[in-house]
């Protein structure tokens, strides 16, 4: 499997080569900037249309088709419309937090997408508190849908925002309680770490049945989180409008959607690499013939194929599912899924100091 | 009918009676709130439901004639309640009694501007606060100067005004508030996804929990009923399609029924069971549209397509045949306006075949779902008593077990020759007026299955002359729209066009019991609660 630390190291020595330490370390860091931004973007396109896509599959449609060979470039069409929209000022909002609000919910959906291991070698940081930092930034966004619910001065927005703020910050709870399971399965939290303990097989199997628990609860848990149906709660097109983000327009509004789409795209990379190995191939251990071919497949492609995988079940939900209600959420959140993800944590933990895993 | 008669005459000695297609009562308006209570609570009589209150300009006086009907003995009875002041016309109010009055009685108040005493809240319910005259006296100043285009969006009108009786009879305005300063009001509509027309809710929260709402109503109310006094009777009939249009054959089959009666005409057995035939499938659209309406108003989306996968093909059967597939303009004076179309028959059959497979399929997909059993059942609850005291008929309120359908209860047309069931459920909450749409769709096809190869040969209209007269007096008919009871009111003074037509419209009632309904549950629910319920603005807004 062609491992991308050799392109990325080469260059590294390249660049040292020709100019001093801290100018080499600055051009990277532009480079991979500019990269994933980039990548973000194009990510958020294909996921607008994928969803687009799978959504008239589920309801007997056939979903854009005019603009480009299968609808694809309806979604270039709707980003440029985006783009060249008008910012609207309203009068009475907090014209800071108002304008700030969308920057912070991109900031935390683009600093997780940071930390996701794209393929062998090719990932941004892999320091050893990796997951930590994945969690820690995630809970970023939060801050900016509570600031654009307060700061429109609308009382959708406000109620939007409060649900907003409730659900995510519980919902979190159970995301880590699951995520931190499988460390205690990997013994690690560097990100790289934990992909290559998965080598001989995927976590989901390793861990068999606190490993499938935590998986059900993460994606349960995940799917609030990212605000998504059926937890759309502060959205809630029907019943307010589109909650949190109703007074936004142009680009701002943009952002939002934008880090919609992505954080789907980060919690099913999550997802794939804490329970489906990340960008490790499936290998069955004794069957070396079938994991050689299974190595031929570009580690790119088996994360993102996993990710696409798990986002489909997450759209799956969201267009067969009705809305639940924020109290019924909560409670879900606190009476079952956080009683049961402490539960699993100690039966992982069993699991682990026994030695009953795979 | 007699027994009745001799009932209110001991309770009322002032009455006086004329035998009628129902009988009319008339009664001072002194007398007339003893009687009404006694009326709704006497062992014997229990009329505990008010069907409809009609308010008419005789000229020489003006005022209300309410009808009534037992839903214990089945009978019915009309009063009549005038007053002879033009100036500050006042009756009593009855909506202590039957709570369907609030609304009704604010109705009347604002095209007729007869005040009533002691009723709660008496603002305007459909025209602007600021409406100069009362358009459907007949003295009404119909000209612009009095009332211009506004180009001012109308205030909101925070207090209201109640006109109370004291001890001694004394009448005093008092203003009070609709809502206290402090209240948390959202305001939900007129351009909002799931208010289901242009209306307006200004609900009351502490938190997420609705304390009261105020209906804000009359963004597209056309005056069908004025516009009715100035035209003939087969031009009348075109307005009926545009007030449910989910409803548009059974609501003009009420008129033509109502025309029909006056007349004494014998309308063609081919034309009835034809009108039939489309009253079900009109049923049946509509309960489609009703599943995917209230499917995506909770969130799923999916539903919402296959409810409308079936529509079309009813809607492509109405087409063939009606030559529309929204303001159908079919039925008329005599039968129906065409013959129906070759392929009728076979399509509706093929629908029927088709129906019991997709219903399953949207079992499968909404019903058994635990999310959508959380958020409908126990939500919106209406016990049968006030389903009856609200007048909430059709769906509605056979899901709070009261069995309302005038099919059964009032037999017209040739529904006493087909065997269907009336569907009830006894919770009287969401799931149960879902359930009962839901169930009802099966009695619909059994219905259609039932006629579709069984189309009389014959004409398919009878023989109507040109102009149409009705003769001097006044009817009233009721048929069962998909939404409930639909009635048409029609005062002749034996002119071409009437002198007062009234559409007592389900939807307007189902509006009444929105707030009731949504008291102490969440704003999530006051949509599930909407759906449920199932209105359509249009039919509010005449």
Not at chain 2, 378 to 399: F, H, K, Q, W
Not at chain 2, 487 to 492: A, F
Request: glycine share 8%; aromatic share 12%.
């Amino acid at each position: 499997m062609f491992d991308f630390g050799i392109v990325t190291r080469w260059f590294d020595q390249l660049l040292c080569g020709i100019m001093p330490g801290w100018l080499a370390t600055t051009i990277e860091g532009v480079i991979i900037a500019v990269a994933l931004i980039l990548v973000y973007a194009v990510l958020a396109l294909f996921y607008i249309l994928y969803e687009r896509k799978l959504c008239a599959w589920f309801q007997c449609r056939l979903g854009p088709m005019r603009v480009g060979r299968w609808g694809w470039m309806q979604v270039f069409a709707d980003m440029f419309k985006i783009l060249i929209k008008e910012l609207i000022k309203l009068r009475n909002t907090d014209k800071f937090l108002f304008e700030l609000a969308p920057y912070l919910v991109i900031l935390a959906s683009m600093l997780s997408f940071a930390v996701l291991p794209w393929g062998r070698g090719l990932q941004i940081i892999d320091f050893n508190i990796g997951v930590f930092f994945m969690i820690a930034v995630s809970g970023l966004g939060v801050i900016g849908i509570l600031l654009a619910g307060w700061a429109s001065d609308s009382k959708y927005t406000l109620v939007g925002a409060l649900r907003g703020g409730a659900q995510m910050i519980s919902c979190e709870l159970s995301v880590a309680m699951s995520i931190m399971t499988m460390v205690v399965l990997a013994g690690t939290m560097s990100i790289s770490g934990i992909v290559y303990a998965q080598e001989d097989a995927w976590f989901i199997f390793k861990g068999h049945v606190p490993a499938i628990i935590a998986f059900i609860i993460y994606l349960i848990a995940a799917t609030a989180e990212t605000n998504r149906g059926p937890f759309d709660l502060p959205e809630a097109e029907h019943e307010l409008t589109a909650g949190y983000h109703t007074e936004y327009s142009g680009i701002h509004f943009g952002f939002f959607y934008l880090a919609e789409y992505l954080n789907l795209f980060i919690v099913s990379g999550i997802a794939a690499l804490m329970f489906l190995g990340g960008w490790m191939p499936l290998h069955i251990p004794g069957c070396d013939g079938f994991n050689m071919v299974m190595d031929w497949i570009p580690s790119v492609i088996w994360f993102l194929g996993k990710a696409f995988f798990i986002s489909f079940i997450i759209i799956w939900f969201k267009w067969s599912f009705p809305r639940v209600r924020i109290d019924q959420l909560l409670a879900m959140e606190w009476k079952y899924l956080m009683p049961i993800g402490l539960f699993n944590i100690a039966l992982m933990t069993v699991v682990v100091v026994y030695g009953w895993h795979f | 009918m007699a027994n009745i008669q001799e009932k209110i005459s001991a309770l009322c000695p002032e009455a006086t009676f004329e035998e009628g297609e129902t009988l009319l009562v008339t009664v001072p308006d002194a007398k007339w709130h003893a009687l009404a209570k006694a009326m709704k609570e006497d062992a014997d009589l229990s009329f505990d439901y008010l069907v409809g209150i009609t308010g008419v300009d005789w000229k020489e006086s003006m005022g209300c004639i309410y009808y009534f009907t037992s839903t214990k003995y089945g009978t019915h009875v009309s009063v009549k309640v005038s007053t002879t002041d033009r100036e500050k016309p006042m009756l009593h109010s009855v909506s202590d009694l039957w709570k369907v009055a609030l609304i009704h009685e604010r109705e009347v108040y604002d095209f007729y501007g007869i005040i009533f005493i002691n009723h709660p809240d008496l603002r305007r319910y459909f025209l602007r606060n600021d409406w100069k005259g009362f358009p459907l006296r007949k003295d009404y100043d119909a000209s612009d100067k009095a009332n211009p285009i506004r180009l001012e969006a109308e205030k909101n009108e925070d207090d209201t005004v109640s006109y109370i009786e004291d001890a001694e009879g004394k009448i005093q305005k008092k203003r009070k508030l609709v809502f206290k300063p402090e209240e948390y009001v959202i305001n939900i509509g007129p351009q909002h996804p799931s208010t289901h027309g242009v209306m307006r809710m200004r609900t009351a929260l502490e938190g997420e929990t609705i304390t009261h709402i105020d209906m804000v109503t009359g963004y597209i109310h056309r005056g069908i009923e004025k516009l009715c006094e100035g035209l003939g009777y087969p031009q009348s009939l075109l307005f009926t399609d545009r007030m449910d249009y989910m409803s548009a054959h059974q609501n003009r089959h009420c008129l033509c029924l109502c025309i029909e009666k006056a007349l004494g005409l014998e309308v063609p057995k081919r034309a009835q069971v034809i009108r039939v035939m489309m009253d079900e499938l009109m049923r049946l659209s509509s309960h489609l549209l009703s599943y995917g309406c209230l499917t995506m108003d909770l969130g799923a989306t999916t539903a919402f397509f296959y409810g409308f996968r079936e529509r079309e093909i009813i809607l492509n059967i109405f087409e063939k045949t009606c030559g529309a597939r929204m303001s159908l303009n079919y039925d008329t004076i005599g039968g129906v306006m065409a013959d129906i179309d070759v392929d009728f028959a076979n399509d509706v059959k093929a629908l029927c075949k088709l129906m019991p497979e997709r219903l399953k399929e949207y079992h499968k997909l909404f019903t058994g779902n635990v999310i959508a059993n959380n958020r409908l059942r126990g939500v919106g609850v209406l016990s049968r008593e006030d389903a009856i005291n609200l007048s909430v008929t059709g769906p509605s309120g056979r899901g709070s077990g009261w069995a309302c359908d005038v099919r059964k209860t009032a037999p017209y047309s040739i529904y006493n020759e087909i065997d269907f069931d009336e569907i009830t459920e006894t919770e009287g909450d969401s799931f149960a007026r879902y359930m009962v749409r839901m169930r009802e769709m099966e009695q619909c096809v059994k219905i259609l299955e039932q006629l579709a190869d069984n189309i009389p040969e014959g004409d398919y209209c009878a023989k109507v002359p040109k102009i149409i007269k009705l003769p001097v007096g006044h009817w009233f008919q009721q048929v069962e729209a998909s939404r409930g009871a639909f009635g048409v009111y029609i005062e002749s003074t034996g002119e071409k066009t009437p002198y007062r037509m009234h559409f007592n419209s389900p939807c307007l009632n189902l509006l009444g019991a929105v707030d009731p309904c949504t008291r102490g549950e969440k704003i999530a629910d006051l949509i599930a609660i909407n759906a449920s319920l199932d209105y359509v603005v249009p039919d509010v807004d005449r």
